[in-house]
């Protein structure tokens, strides 16, 4: 995928477990907790970008004085621009009365954003306008601390409209059809009654002002979530806060999408990345957890820290999009994964190029590939070591200094070969120029390849293929390569997601539109009008009840057949190198990532029922003409 990483949304949250005082007299300054939110945010800014969110909430505020603070921007860079609304504030302090920036009490009185608890989002938008109003987190106010919720989540559900009727029967009016929106008054909903029965309950024992605060104590929160998400379908990493001072971050069943966590006695930190909280809190990867599929992480207010079961866990699939593309590549775990993803195509690679080594140039596409880069490289590099063992092998008992010197220098020609210009995009205006300027998105080192020469170069993956065909393929044959054998780390991208990621339309997919060319090549479109018969029949079942037959579409091709229809499609017009394109296989896939066994993106094996209504909806709307999302 050759597109600017922002495909999937961030989420942090952090609530201090000591006094302000403390962390004053140990490091020096009150917003020490603000900072290290920014550094969490800022390390996940691979994430989605569209707008960016953070919140605040203050323990044990005095009435009359504000307890919840929000910024929310959709400027260019977003976490730039909350943190600088955030931080004008405390610069203006710095320079009228410098001494009240030491006085943590004063701070929390007096100035936003100087509470325990913090939530922050990175947004990738899939649905709707990218305004502030879409931006996370989202607030339900009250004038009951116990009654106020924020809430932001890296999440899509597939059943917003079984959702958004739940919240109609209940006598509800929401203002937006939004999954975000209908979780937030899912949630309040049950909030709103867990406050109720305690209140009255203790009518009768008690005072208004008293109860109270005997609803902040007695609040179940494990219930309320388990309420609320009873009927969720979707991939999710849910974080509330509440005015009274509990917290929360929920994960799906499947534990389709990430959270991590750590704890210690000043600190607990949720992410969607491990390696953001290891070097924001420089702690070992061994004292960060995932929180488990089902379950929530709980922070009361009291600072007590638990993770309890909302949703019976299901079989996991964490997705392996995560490992390959969207997260970032510093995770030692993940960076080992992309590494072996490398290693294991390379008999694939070999092959393409005949096994002839000594006349192929290795490279990669820019930026998110490297790493399975060297992979591949180490895959050719063993498979050397074995040549040139039998090689020196074979020069017998006596063999020469020059000779073993000349079989030693034997090593793959790895060379930097692409450089995407990332600024160039910005210059596309109009459509009679788009076309040109986008070929030149990439550039190339002139004068590392040679005419009798191939030229390997890796991607993480391929989806719609255009980026390939209108600029990588077409500056790539400039260097006059023999062949261009173009690598993808991930399998085939054959059917839409639904779970955190915008890809829900059939016909944007390479790898689907290759297989419907071979069905028409091999006079096999009858398959195209059964299946979507197949679908319109079902279209009035249940979820529960649906079937994917969008995977007929490929059942007669070898997986090599739809690639080498995929090379077809994606050489441009005039292209003199042969140009190939290679695939992993689902195999290989799970064998690098053994713990992300998700892969509905590559088999339409759908780890929740709504997952297969929307591929049933993906391929009407493709067949119907529908330029549309499938959810």
Same mark, same amino acid.
Request: proline fraction near 4%; charged fraction near 30%.
């Given at each position: 995928?050759?597109?600017?990483?922002?495909?999937?949304?961030?989420?942090?949250?952090?609530?201090?477990?000591?006094?302000?005082?403390?962390?004053?007299?140990?490091?020096?300054?009150?917003?020490?907790?603000?900072?290290?939110?920014?550094?969490?945010?800022?390390?996940?800014?691979?994430?989605?970008?569209?707008?960016?969110?953070?919140?605040?909430?203050?323990?044990?505020? !005095?009435?009359?004085?504000?307890?919840?603070?929000? %910024?929310?921007?959709?400027?260019?860079?977003? +976490? @730039? =621009?909350?943190?600088? &609304?955030?931080?004008?504030?405390?610069?203006?302090?710095?320079?009228?009365?410098?001494?009240?920036?030491?006085?943590?009490?004063?701070?929390?009185?007096?100035?936003?954003?100087?509470?325990?608890?913090?939530?922050?989002?990175?947004?990738?938008?899939?649905?709707?306008?990218?305004?502030?109003?879409?931006?996370?987190?989202?607030?339900?106010?009250?004038?009951?601390?116990?009654?106020?919720?924020?809430?932001?989540?890296?999440?899509?559900?597939?059943?917003?409209?079984?959702?958004?009727?739940?919240?109609?029967?209940?006598?509800?009016?929401?203002?937006?059809?939004?999954?975000?929106?209908?979780?937030?008054?899912?949630?309040?909903?049950?909030?709103?009654?867990?406050?109720?029965?305690?209140?009255?309950?203790?009518? !009768?024992?008690?005072?208004?002002?008293?109860?109270? %605060?005997?609803?902040?104590?007695?609040?179940? +929160? @494990? =219930?309320?979530?388990? &309420?609320?998400?009873?009927?969720?379908?979707?991939?999710?990493?849910?974080?509330?806060?509440?005015?009274?001072?509990?917290?929360?971050?929920?994960?799906?069943?499947?534990?389709?999408?990430?959270?991590?966590?750590?704890?210690?006695?000043?600190?607990?930190?949720?992410?969607?990345?491990?390696?953001?909280?290891?070097?924001?809190?420089?702690?070992?990867?061994?004292?960060?957890?995932?929180?488990?599929?089902?379950?929530?992480?709980?922070?009361?207010?009291?600072?007590?820290?638990?993770?309890?079961?909302?949703?019976?866990?299901?079989?996991?699939?964490?997705?392996?999009?995560?490992?390959?593309?969207?997260?970032?590549?510093?995770?030692?775990?993940?960076?080992?994964?992309?590494?072996?993803?490398?290693?294991?195509?390379?008999?694939?690679?070999?092959?393409?190029?005949?096994?002839?080594?000594?006349?192929?140039?290795?490279?990669?596409?820019?930026?998110?590939?490297?790493?399975?880069?060297?992979?591949?490289?180490?895959?050719?590099?063993?498979?050397?070591?074995?040549?040139?063992?039998?090689?020196?092998?074979?020069?017998?008992?006596?063999?020469?200094?020059?000779?073993?010197?000349?079989?030693?220098?034997?090593?793959?020609?790895?060379?930097?070969?692409?450089?995407?210009?990332?600024?160039?995009?910005?210059?596309?205006?109009?459509?009679?120029?788009?076309?040109?300027?986008?070929?030149?998105?990439?550039?190339?080192?002139?004068?590392?390849?040679?005419?009798?020469?191939?030229?390997?170069?890796?991607?993480?993956?391929?989806?719609?293929?255009?980026?390939?065909?209108?600029?990588?393929?077409?500056?790539?044959?400039?260097?006059?390569?023999?062949?261009?054998?173009?690598?993808?780390?991930?399998?085939?991208?054959?059917?839409?997601?639904?779970?955190?990621?915008?890809?829900?339309?059939?016909?944007?997919?390479?790898?689907?539109?290759?297989?419907?060319?071979?069905?028409?090549?091999?006079?096999?479109?009858?398959?195209?009008?059964?299946?979507?018969?197949?679908?319109?029949?079902?279209?009035?079942?249940?979820?529960?009840?649906?079937?994917?037959?969008?995977?007929?579409?490929?059942?007669?091709?070898?997986?090599?057949?739809?690639?080498?229809?995929?090379?077809?499609?994606?050489?441009?017009?005039?292209?003199?190198?042969?140009?190939?394109?290679?695939?992993?296989?689902?195999?290989?896939?799970?064998?690098?990532?053994?713990?992300?066994?998700?892969?509905?993106?590559?088999?339409?094996?759908?780890?929740?029922?709504?997952?297969?209504?929307?591929?049933?909806?993906?391929?009407?709307?493709?067949?119907?003409?529908?330029?549309?999302?499938?959810?």
């Amino acid at each position: 995928m050759s597109d600017l990483i922002k495909h999937e949304c961030g989420v942090a949250m952090l609530r201090l477990l000591k006094p302000l005082e403390f962390y004053q007299e140990k490091y020096g300054s009150t917003l020490w907790g603000l900072n290290k939110m920014y550094l969490l945010m800022e390390k996940q800014h691979n994430r989605g970008q569209d707008g960016v969110g953070l919140a605040n909430v203050k323990l044990d505020v !005095e009435t009359g004085k504000r307890y919840i603070s929000r %910024k929310r921007s959709v400027a260019t860079n977003p +976490i @730039q =621009d909350v943190f600088k &609304q955030v931080n004008r504030r405390f610069v203006e302090l710095e320079q009228k009365n410098p001494t009240k920036l030491k006085d943590p009490q004063w701070m929390k009185e007096n100035l936003p954003f100087t509470g325990e608890l913090f939530l922050g989002h990175l947004r990738y938008g899939t649905f709707g306008e990218n305004t502030i109003e879409q931006c996370h987190p989202f607030l339900r106010q009250s004038n009951w601390k116990t009654r106020n919720l924020v809430l932001a989540g890296n999440f899509n559900m597939t059943n917003v409209d079984e959702l958004f009727q739940q919240l109609v029967d209940l006598g509800q009016h929401p203002k937006q059809k939004a999954d975000t929106v209908t979780i937030l008054e899912k949630i309040g909903h049950f909030l709103d009654e867990a406050n109720d029965d305690i209140y009255y309950k203790n009518k !009768e024992r008690f005072s208004k002002k008293e109860i109270t %605060k005997i609803i902040g104590e007695e609040i179940d +929160i @494990q =219930d309320i979530l388990i &309420q609320s998400a009873k009927y969720w379908d979707g991939g999710y990493v849910m974080c509330g806060l509440f005015g009274h001072g509990d917290a929360f971050a929920l994960r799906d069943p499947n534990a389709i999408r990430p959270a991590y966590y750590y704890k210690d006695e000043e600190v607990c930190v949720v992410a969607s990345e491990r390696p953001v909280i290891q070097t924001a809190f420089n702690c070992k990867s061994d004292k960060i957890h995932e929180i488990k599929r089902g379950h929530a992480l709980i922070i009361k207010k009291d600072g007590s820290v638990q993770e309890k079961q909302v949703r019976e866990p299901l079989v996991r699939k964490a997705c392996s999009f995560e490992r390959i593309y969207f997260s970032r590549g510093n995770d030692k775990d993940i960076y080992n994964e992309r590494l072996e993803l490398g290693k294991r195509i390379f008999p694939k690679v070999l092959k393409s190029i005949e096994n002839d080594v000594k006349n192929t140039v290795f490279s990669y596409i820019p930026n998110t590939a490297e790493v399975s880069y060297f992979g591949l490289l180490k895959g050719c590099h063993k498979y050397l070591n074995e040549v040139k063992t039998r090689k020196i092998q074979a020069l017998g008992d006596s063999p020469n200094h020059k000779e073993i010197e000349n079989i030693l220098k034997i090593s793959p020609r790895a060379e930097k070969i692409a450089i995407k210009d990332a600024k160039l995009r910005t210059f596309i205006t109009s459509d009679d120029s788009r076309d040109d300027l986008v070929s030149h998105v990439y550039d190339v080192t002139y004068g590392t390849v040679k005419t009798t020469d191939n030229l390997v170069m890796i991607d993480d993956s391929i989806v719609r293929g255009t980026t390939l065909k209108q600029s990588i393929i077409r500056i790539l044959d400039r260097l006059e390569p023999k062949k261009i054998v173009v690598v993808s780390s991930a399998p085939q991208i054959r059917y839409p997601d639904c779970y955190g990621i915008d890809m829900a339309k059939m016909g944007d997919f390479i790898a689907f539109n290759a297989a419907v060319e071979l069905l028409k090549d091999t006079n096999q479109e009858q398959i195209l009008k059964d299946v979507y018969k197949q679908c319109k029949d079902q279209y009035h079942l249940s979820k529960e009840e649906m079937v994917n037959y969008v995977q007929e579409i490929y059942k007669p091709f070898t997986a090599d057949e739809i690639s080498k229809k995929i090379s077809e499609l994606l050489t441009p017009e005039g292209t003199k190198a042969e140009v190939e394109i290679i695939y992993q296989s689902i195999s290989d896939l799970h064998a690098s990532c053994p713990h992300h066994q998700g892969d509905w993106y590559f088999t339409g094996d759908y780890p929740t029922p709504g997952g297969t209504k929307v591929v049933n909806t993906a391929f009407i709307n493709y067949i119907e003409g529908n330029n549309k999302r499938a959810y």
